[in-house]
Every structure is written in C-alpha cells, then in structure tokens.
C-alpha cells in the first residue's frame, strides 16, 4: 500500500488514532510483504495500538517476524491473529520493552513461551524458575534462558495479569532461581570446592524481601563451614570463597547475552573490606562486637535462598534475635533518621527532581518508615516480622502502630511508585530510578500505566501527587517523636505484663502501684484496635507521667480522658501519630489540677496539643470574633453567656497547657522557655480572654434587655492586673463602668440601664456551672465599695477633679478600656492622664502618702502567720513591692517619659532603666523577683487548682510547683532558698528606691 502524495491514506489515519506517533514510519513497516496479514487483520492494529508505545511494538514485531523461517512466520502469525493472550502479550511487552524486542530478535522462538498459561502457571515460584533455567550449563546459556523467564514475567506484568506486588516477588523468585542455577554451574566447575564446603547464600535487600525490581543489584550475604570434620577451616572458608566469587562473575559478567545483574555482597560484615565468606561464629562475632545500626536494618530483610539450606536457615535463626533487639542501641531512632537524612543529601542536584527511589517522597522514603517501625515495635510483635514492605505496612496498621488510612495511602502511593520503576527500567533492562526526560519517553510511560488521555501531563499529576502523600506521611511516621521513646524502654517493658508492670510503676514511683495496675488493664486490655493502640502508648507515657510530682494522677488522668474518648475514632491516632501530642498530654496531665479539670469538661479539646498552631495564644480580635459570634446564635442571655464561658474554658486549657509544657522544656527545647516569655504569654492571654468573655457578655445582656441599642453609651475599663495584662488562671478582673447618655436621651433612664447591665453581667458570669467563674470587681472605682457601680463620664471627672487621692490616681496607671464603646473608653484614658502621669510629677506630701499607705499595707493585710519571706504578693520583694516602686517612678517621671506610660510593670521598668532612672542591674533584681513570684503564683494556681500567694505545705503540691519551675526531684529546699534570695534582693532595692533609705 503506497500513500498517495498530499493525502493521507486510511490507514495513516487509523494510526494516528491509535496512538503511534510515527504513522507514516509504522505505514511503511506495514507495508513490507511479511506483514501483509498484520496489515490486513484490524484487530492486529487494535492490539498494536493498545500498547505503551506502539511505534515500538511494530518494530519489534516486525524484527521478530523478519527472524522467523518462512513457515515458523506463519505459524506466529496465524497464532496472533487466532489467539487474543498471546496477542496482548507479546504485543504488551513489545510496546514496553526495546531489550526484551532484543532479545526476541536474537531468540525469535522465544515467543512461544507466551503461548499459553495454565492456571496453575499464572503466579510461578522457585521450582518453577528453576525447572526454566534447568538447561543451563554456562553463562551464556543461563543468560538466555533468565530472559525467557524474565520475558514472562514482564508479559504477566503489562497485561495486569500480577499486580506490582505479585510481579517483584516473581523477580525475586527468579533471582533465586538464577543464583541456584550459578552456584551449580559454579560446583560443576570446581568439584573439589564444591566437596570440602558448605556454602550458604542468603539475599538481603529486595532479593530477600521479596521486592525485587526488574534490574537491580541483588544483595547477598556467603556463609561458609567446612563440610565434614576433616576438612579445616580456613581451607573450606577459601574453597567457599572461590565457589562464591565464581557464582558472582556467572551473574555480573557480561557476555554475547548481555549480563543478568551484579551480586553484590557489599552488606556483608566490614563491606568491601571484609572476607567475601565468613563461617557463622565469624558473622556473629561481628554482629555482636561491632555492627552498626544500619547493618542491622539491612538484616531485617535476611533470607537463605541458594546452597546450604540447613545452614541458611541456621544463619537466619542466629542473626534475627539481633535484628529485634537493635532499637535497643543507643541512639538507635537519630542513627536511623541521620542514615536516610544523608541519603538524600548525596543525590546530584540535577537529578533529585528525578529521583523515583532516593528523592524526598520517594520509594525509599516508604522503605525507611516501615523499617524503622518494625525494628522498633517488632520486638515484642512477631507479626511485624516480615521482609516485604506492602505486608510489614498491612500488619503495622492491623497492630495499630499505623493509622489504617495513613497505611492505606501509602499502600496505594509506593504501589504506583514501583510500578513507575518496573516500566521505566523494563524499557532498555537497565537499572535507573530516574524518571525520564524525553516526551516520548515519558508518553510510552504514562500509557503502559493506563494513563491514555493526556499520558504526559497525567503522569506528572499522579507522580507529584504520589509523592506530595508519601513525603507527608513519611515525615509523620519517620520523625514520630514516640517513636524514640519507645525504641529507648527496655524490652520487657514494651509489653504490659502484671508482674513486670507492677515492679516498672514502683520503680518509677507509682504510690499506689495497684490502683496504676487497675487503670493499665482497663486501657490495654483485650483484642480490639483500640487495646493495641494503647498497649503501644502506655509504656511510653508511664515514663513521662513518671517525671512529674505525681504520676498516679497523671495516669489516672489519662483514663478519664480515654474513657471520655473511648469511641472518638481520632483520639488514639493523634496520640500516635501527631507531633509531640502524647507527651504533651503526659505533661499536662501529671502536673496539677487546674488543666486535667478544664480538660475532662471538655475533651475534645485534646485535640489542641497535636496541633503544632494549637498552644499558640489566640488574639483579642479572633476571641471576641467567635464569643459574639457564639453569643449571636444563642437563645437567651443564660445560654449566650454560658457559650462565651465555654469558649473561655478552652482557652483557659490551651493557656494552661502551652504553660504547663513551655516551663517542662521540649526535644527542641530541653531547658523549656524563658520564665519571662512564659509569663507575659500567660498574663496577656488571659486578659485577652476575659476582655473577650466580658465583652460576650455585655452583647448577650444587652440584647435580650434592649436589643441592637442601649440606651446609654458604655464602656468597661480594666484596671489592676486585668488592666496591665499580668492576669493570672485564676485572678479576678478589677474595672471600672463609665457609661454616658446617648444625646437627646433620658439621664435618669440610662442610669438606670448602665445598672441594670452591670448587675446582670455579673450575676451571668458568676452562675454556677462546670465552666470556671469570672469575677470581675470594681473595688477601685471612686469611693470603693460606698460607691456607685457605675458612673457618667463627667460624673468621673468631677470626683477626680475635686476628691481624687493619691491612691486613686496610683490606681489609674493600670487603666485600659476592655470592652464597650471604644470612643467612650478613650475619653476616658484622656481623663486618666493627667492624673496618673501628673505634670509636676509627685510633691513630697504625695510621696509619703504612697508610702505609708505600701506600708500601712504590708502590716494590716499580710495574712495572720503567713511567712513574709514567702508571700508572693505582700512578702518582702514580692509583687507588691516590685510594682509599687515602679508606679511611683511612673507617677514622678511618666510626663517628661513616654515610655513609662503604660499599664504594664515589666514594660515600665525596662523603660526606667532606658530613661536612668534606675540602674540595669537594679532593674534586672527587680524583674527577676516580679517574674519569680508571678510564676510562684501561676503555679500554685496549676498544681491545686485554687488561687494562692505562697508556696503550698502539702509536700506533693510544692514538689509539683517545684517541676513546673524546673525544679527536679528532692530539689524543692533550693527553690525556696533561690525564692527567699531573689526577693530579699528585690527588698533591698525597693527600700532605696521606694522608701528612700
């Protein structure tokens, strides 16, 4: 058939749609005389069509067609034509391999092989392949009848006749198929070796886990022992050597046939430089005296395959209990991690964007994951045993050390990605991770995949997005920080048996080991998932309940938050699997009473401490935003109310939880975050909360009395510690109400209103009920508790202008607006001003005001019998004094000094120190003593649950303040000497600058 010249002929076109990229070249094959009865049969070009790269496909057919004698053509022919298996086939492995088309060519009855399958031939084994290689009597013939095997595989392969997995065993079948034939082939040579040794060949890597890929070097380890008595030693160890060598050149060398692959025996003990044969006293010498962790990783995949089978077998049974005791090794996970880390820093640059094997989000990204998972839990959990990654991925998800759905997508990512590699290496039988470059290349790629519409840029979404899972899923599971704990327990305490858990919870300082006992059978008792999950979890967090003041609480703790949890599918996973979750609840669970009690209110909210965003403070806006937005939905002010107190329980828990696991330190921060840092993070996250909370509910009482408008402007202003940000867990919030009437409005009626507002805010969230109260006291108004709750703007104005005392203008310098009408609230600080950061600054008269009222207070309010070396707020260099001093500098100086014009005393003071109102070291003395004592109190606050201004007398609560503030075990004595030294430091220089002595 000839085209005619400016048309195309039908069968061009027929081409064209059936994928050949060649149309006119594939015309004029098909037209050559031998293939008129392809040309011919539609079906033939159909078939020819179907293929990864029919151009390919119909140069390879017509080069073996072309190989035939004329009558054995008609034979291959008339069977393609007949019959539709031989014709996917061999068409199939054509369209997706040039050098098994080669091989064709130089073999071209070959293709009988393909012929037929029985069933029973669909998934051949060793015996199978060995009965193929059975006539092989010398390289070149085993070469030949290795790729006939292999041409096979490959035909079952493309057709989908074995899925990925199916097909790399088969491979690896093949390999041992292939290194019994050599090893024979190698005795046939050399009898006398053969008799004065036995020799064991044992595969490691993919060749022993059953994960074999087309081509690849395939890893062995040679055991050698003499054969009987009378042959010595050294003598069967040379004679083993020469037989194993020999075995290695039949497989490597390359011939007329091309070569099988590279034995390569590099993982033996001391690699390269080591004996290519070692007897099996010598292997585990080596082992035991000087192997390192990654020869022990390489071990997990040791499998006897060729010669010796008694001594394979006893090879492998000395060696594995090795294997499962390597996550013992110090520092076994880090080595594991730093090996892979090293791995991808050593591709080319030019290439890790290629990289299907090495490359981040590749292969060996999975490889790596499940290996070290197995090593770790492995030891107590022979079902993790196995050297082939898909089953070791299927039992570490059956086990529960795998989410199932994490398990599931890597499952289905490594399978795409191996199925990536076989095509790409199938094409030429080369050994390449690369994926190729060349659109040809990469279209006969993406369709021997089933990817027909667009193969180029199909390929490159389900590659990229392949990777994209096994990268995240990788860093999820490889950098698991339970992981290194549980590598780190010693192996009878991975398994929670009565008598070894009863000894590890004394050992540990359990004080009521039975109870601990009653708590780890309900939790990891029986066969369900969620037993195995925490069977895992427990030994682990034993440990860090361990290293708190109270463990028992801390496991008791974890009960109640399981039990709570019981049935919420996603509470275990992220104990396992997410970032430093488990541990952060071991932290905050074993270190007071305040966070496991807003936790078990609510706890969901667990949840928070697997999120690396989820400790961070929330801001003001974002609070106010959702506690209005909550207070909207509400039916009433109760209910409205009540959501805004729950929104602050959980905030109050993620507060107490980022401080609890701050002061305990981090792996990235062993020694836990700066006291200072901690301090302010907590004091303007509360205050930040309860502005939120109070402004819910200032909407909330407004809208059911009034509606969308009060009939009076109003505005809430903090003052204390509210209004300076140094807010503690369970502090009360100081304010002062200014309210104005709307113009044209009744002042009488809007009184009334502002009122009725304040009455009503209290009463709702004071209410009784599992969300902590906030009480919010407006003792320092005008006037204290004689005078009115609430007050005009110019009703403020006129008392400060005429009845103003020096306190009152002192109590000023903490005030901020919180809540209400903004531009109400600043005319309001426009008031303050002038008081509290008085022109003149302060008289003398004013100044002794000051401080025979500090004074007054130190002697009238420190409670009865209470040490004042230790009492945080009225002791000697406690808060009290720290504030005090810097409020007077602030009254004396804040005019003429911006930055002593805030509400914050650790701002003021470092402001003071800038301006020289005070030398640094003073000021460091001083902040030091202010920080030391809010801590004392935040602390105390945690471990007991209730407020308190000095350190506990229960011994476990002030051994747990003492953890919280770094304090290790039996070192309580110092903190309450570096207590008592600090603020005695502190007192000396509040006496010069405050008293003036």
Not at 630 to 647: K, L, M, N
Not at 727 to 756: I, K
Request: hydrophobic fraction near 40%; charge should be negative; charged fraction near 25%.
């Amino acid at each position: 058939m000839t085209s005619v010249p400016g048309r195309r002929s039908s069968t061009f076109t027929r081409l064209l749609r059936h994928g050949f990229t060649h149309p006119a070249a594939a015309e004029r094959l098909l037209d050559l005389p031998e293939m008129a009865p392809v040309r011919a049969d539609s079906v033939l070009l159909d078939a020819l069509g179907a293929a990864a790269d029919p151009d390919l496909a119909l140069r390879g057919l017509v080069r073996l067609v072309e190989a035939q004698q004329p009558d054995e053509r008609q034979v291959l022919l008339d069977t393609l034509i007949s019959a539709k298996p031989l014709r996917d086939r061999l068409l199939g492995v054509l369209g997706a391999s040039e050098a098994l088309g080669d091989h064709l060519a130089r073999h071209p009855h070959d293709w009988q092989a393909l012929v037929m399958y029985e069933s029973a031939d669909l998934h051949p084994g060793v015996e199978d392949f060995e009965r193929g290689l059975a006539e092989a009597t010398d390289p070149v013939s085993l070469r030949v009848a290795y790729r006939r095997c292999l041409l096979s595989i490959a035909a079952r392969d493309v057709c989908g006749t074995t899925d990925v997995a199916q097909t790399a065993a088969e491979l690896a079948d093949l390999a041992t198929a292939t290194l019994r034939a050599a090893l024979a082939i190698a005795r046939t040579d050399a009898p006398e070796d053969a008799a004065a040794c036995r020799l064991a060949v044992i595969a490691m890597g993919k060749c022993g886990g059953h994960e074999l890929n087309y081509v690849s070097d395939v890893d062995v380890i040679f055991v050698g022992e003499p054969a009987s008595e009378s042959v010595e030693e050294a003598a069967a160890v040379k004679a083993a050597t020469r037989l194993a060598s020999h075995l290695m050149r039949i497989c490597s060398e390359t011939t007329v046939e091309g070569a099988i692959w590279p034995v390569d025996a590099n993982l033996r003990p001391e690699g390269r430089n080591g004996p290519l044969v070692r007897t099996l006293s010598s292997h585990l010498a080596y082992y035991q005296r000087w192997a390192k962790t990654w020869e022990f990783q390489a071990l997990l995949k040791a499998r006897p395959v060729a010669g010796d089978p008694e001594l394979g077998a006893e090879y492998v049974d000395a060696v594995s209990p090795l294997v499962w005791q390597a996550a013992e090794r110090e520092n076994f996970v880090p080595d594991v991690q730093k090996m892979r880390r090293r791995v991808v820093d050593n591709i080319p640059a030019a290439h890790i964007d290629r990289e299907l094997k090495l490359g981040p989000g590749g292969l060996r990204d999975v490889e790596f994951a499940v290996q070290l998972l197995q090593l770790v839990h492995g030891r107590t959990d022979p079902a993790l045993r196995s050297g082939s990654t898909l089953e070791a991925l299927r039992a570490l998800a059956a086990g529960g050390y795998v989410g199932r759905a994490d398990a599931a997508q890597l499952d289905v990512a490594y399978r795409f990605l191996r199925s990536m590699e076989h095509r790409i290496q199938l094409y030429r039988l080369r050994r390449t991770h690369l994926v190729p470059e060349g659109e040809e290349d990469l279209r006969r790629l993406g369709r021997s995949l089933g990817l027909r519409a667009d193969p180029v840029a199909e390929l490159d979404k389900e590659w990229r997005r392949h990777g994209s899972v096994v990268r995240r899923l990788h860093e999820k599971l490889f950098y698991r920080p339970l992981l290194d704990a549980v590598a780190q327990l010693a192996p009878g305490e991975t398994r929670l048996s009565t008598q070894a858990a009863r000894q590890r919870l004394e050992a540990l300082g359990y004080a009521d080991p039975a109870a601990a006992l009653r708590h780890l059978e309900a939790l990891s008792s029986g066969v369900s998932r969620k037993a195995a999950i925490q069977r895992t979890l427990l030994p682990v967090l034993l440990g860090w309940f361990a290293d708190s003041a109270d463990p028992d609480a801390g496991l008791l703790g974890f009960r109640q938050v399981s039990d709570a949890l019981g049935k919420t599918p996603w509470y275990l996973r992220l104990l396992r699997d997410e970032g430093a979750a488990a541990e952060n609840l071991a932290r905050v669970l074993s270190a007071g009473r305040l966070a496991p009690d807003l936790l078990l209110r609510a706890p969901e909210a667990v949840a928070l401490l697997g999120d690396p965003e989820g400790l961070r403070p929330r801001s003001r806006d974002h609070l106010e935003q959702e506690v209005l937005a909550a207070v909207g939905r509400a039916d009433d002010a109760e209910a409205a109310v009540a959501s805004a107190r729950a929104v602050r329980r959980r905030e109050l828990f993620r507060t107490a939880a980022a401080d609890l696991i701050g002061s305990y330190g981090t792996e990235e921060n062993p020694a836990g975050h700066d006291p200072g840092t901690l301090v302010d993070r907590v004091g303007n996250a509360v205050t930040d909360l309860n502005a939120a909370t109070i402004a819910g509910a200032l909407r909330a009482v407004v809208r059911e009395r009034w509606g969308d408008e009060l009939p009076t402007r109003f505005a809430v202003i903090g003052m204390g510690r509210f209004g300076g940000h140094e807010l503690s867990y369970g502090s009360d919030a100081d304010v002062l109400f200014v309210h104005e009437p709307r113009e044209g409005g009744d002042e009488q009626g809007a009184a009334q209103a502002a009122a009725t507002v304040v009455a009503e805010m209290r009463r709702l969230l004071q209410l009784p009920s599992s969300d902590p109260p906030l009480l919010i006291d407006a003792d320092l108004r005008p006037e204290g508790r004689n005078g009115p709750l609430v007050r005009t703007l110019a009703s403020y104005a006129a008392y400060y202008r005429r009845w103003s005392l020096v306190w009152e203008s002192q109590a000023l310098l903490r005030a901020e607006p919180m809540a209400g009408d903004e531009e109400l609230a600043a005319r309001f600080i426009e008031l303050a001003d002038p008081l509290r950061y008085p022109e003149d600054g302060l008289g003398e008269e004013e100044v002794r005001e000051i401080r025979r009222l500090k004074a007054r207070m130190e002697t009238e309010r420190l409670p009865r019998g209470a040490d004042p070396t230790l009492h945080t707020k009225l002791g000697r260099g406690g808060l009290s004094d720290v504030e005090w001093t810097v409020q007077l500098l602030q009254m004396r100086h804040g005019w003429s000094e911006p930055g002593l014009r805030t509400t914050r005393t650790r701002t003021a003071l470092a402001a003071a120190r800038d301006a020289g109102l005070l030398s640094p070291e003073d000021a460091e003395i001083l902040d030091d003593a202010w920080v030391l004592a809010t801590r004392v109190r935040n602390g105390v606050m945690l471990v007991r649950g209730r407020a308190g201004d000095t350190f506990p007398s229960e011994a476990k609560e002030l051994a747990a303040v003492g953890r919280y503030l770094g304090y290790g075990q039996g070192h309580v004595g110092e903190m309450v000497d570096e207590y008592r030294r600090a603020t005695r430091r502190a007192r000396a220089v509040v006496e010069r600058l405050f008293y003036g002595s």
